[in-house]
């Protein structure tokens, strides 16, 4: 079984940055896949960024060209560098990431949420 560990959440200023960073444990093979999503209160899950091993991001469209998404494959560890905050970044942050280990076909692991508040 694999365990997702999320940390770098915290509080920043309106046009700050701030790197969220999501560490997996377990007999890990292969991370196949990334993805970072947010739902803030009263609003919808979000799918933020996603990532697979070819390295092609995709990115929502209220973030592009401020957030980037990052797959280490060697150290089992999957970022989202976010810059130019803005206060509706404000969001429960999630990692989730589709992983193949040497003794399980490839499964889908979520991480505990993050908390990121972005003050104005």
């Known amino acids: 079984q694999v365990l997702l560990v999320p940390s770098g959440g915290g509080l920043v200023q309106a046009g700050g940055s701030l790197r969220l960073s999501c560490q997996a444990h377990?007999?890990?093979?292969?991370?196949?896949?990334v993805e970072w999503y947010r739902q803030a209160p009263g609003k919808r899950r979000e799918l933020v960024a996603s990532t697979g091993s070819d390295g092609l991001p995709n990115y929502a469209d209220s973030v592009k060209g401020r957030f980037t998404i990052s797959l280490d494959n060697h150290a089992n560890s999957m970022y989202l560098q976010m810059s130019s905050l803005k206060p509706e970044d404000t969001a429960v942050y999630y990692c989730?990431?589709?992983?193949?280990?040497?003794?399980?076909?490839?499964?889908?692991?979520w991480g505990q949420g993050t908390q990121v508040t972005v003050s104005s």
């Open positions: 989730a990431a589709s992983v193949q280990c040497w003794d399980a076909p490839p499964t889908d692991y």
């Open positions: 377990g007999n890990i093979f292969r991370v196949n896949a």
